[in-house]
């Protein structure tokens, strides 16, 4: 079964500095992954996904994704946190259950943001 | 705004009570998703429907059922409600639910307290 493994339920930077969010993923056919940040009070918001046409991925609010397939990860990178990224980010793959799409979620990373 | 909306936005009942969510897809989306938010399970796929047919079925309790109505909205009906009950329920709505690749769209959430 494909599923994710999302390193660090708390990660913390100060202002300015690099966001490094962890997520290793576990499928046994090339996967489709993506970056989901939930905001407080909110819904899902999709920050960006991986299909397989290019391995560094850009996504919204200066986010990108490199996937890295000899090491099964999706890290999820900013390289300078601004306050209005404290959030909840969450990593899944994509599955398919007799033809039907399904996502499994990671357990989530809440970042906080120093000033 | 996602485009996805979702009704009410909070919910209090007891226990043993039934309650009905709504969600309302992106326009043009076929396919529904409802996902469960819980601190201890974090999210939880629940069901999905596509054109107004199940299509999969995850982590769903029997006492819950949901179905797509014509106008491609879509409800999801919790009975017998108990303590445990108490979440957040996500509705999500993409445009096809075969494939791996279509980002999923989520709605603001119904949050469910039992008491």
């Known amino acids: 079964a494909q599923s994710v493994t999302q390193l660090g339920s708390h990660v913390s930077v100060s202002e300015g500095a690099l966001v490094l969010l962890r997520c290793n993923y576990s499928?046994?056919?090339?996967?489709?992954l993506f970056w989901y940040v939930q905001y407080p009070n909110q819904g899902l918001q999709l920050l960006l996904k991986?299909?397989?046409?290019?391995?560094l991925v850009k996504g919204i609010n200066g986010f990108e994704a490199e996937f890295k397939k000899s090491e099964t990860s999706f890290h999820l990178t900013k390289p300078s946190a601004h306050m209005s990224d404290a959030a909840e980010y969450f990593c899944?793959?994509?599955?398919?259950?007799?033809?039907?799409?399904?996502?499994?979620f990671g357990q989530g990373t809440r970042l906080t943001i120093n000033p | 705004d996602s485009g996805v909306t979702q009704t009410p936005k909070h919910l209090i009942t007891a226990t043993g009570q039934r309650v009905t969510l709504r969600c309302s897809p992106r326009?043009?989306?076929?396919?529904v998703y409802w996902y469960q938010q819980s601190l201890d399970q974090g999210l939880q796929f629940l069901i999905q429907?596509?054109?107004?047919?199940?299509?999969a079925k995850g982590n769903i309790l029997e006492r819950f059922s949901a179905q797509q109505f014509p106008d491609l909205h879509s409800e999801l009906n919790l009975s017998s409600l108990e303590l445990g009950d108490s979440a957040l329920y996500f509705c999500?709505?993409?445009?096809?639910?075969?494939?791996?690749?279509?980002?999923?769209?989520f709605g603001p959430g119904t949050r469910l307290t039992v008491t």
């Open positions: 991986y299909t397989s046409a290019a391995t």
């Open positions: 899944a793959v994509s599955t398919i259950i007799q033809g039907a799409q399904k996502l499994v």
């Open positions: 499928s046994s056919v090339p996967p489709y």
């Open positions: 326009s043009g989306d076929l396919s």
């Open positions: 999500a709505s993409s445009l096809s639910g075969a494939g791996g690749s279509y980002e999923q769209y």
């Open positions: 429907y596509y054109n107004g047919e199940e299509r």
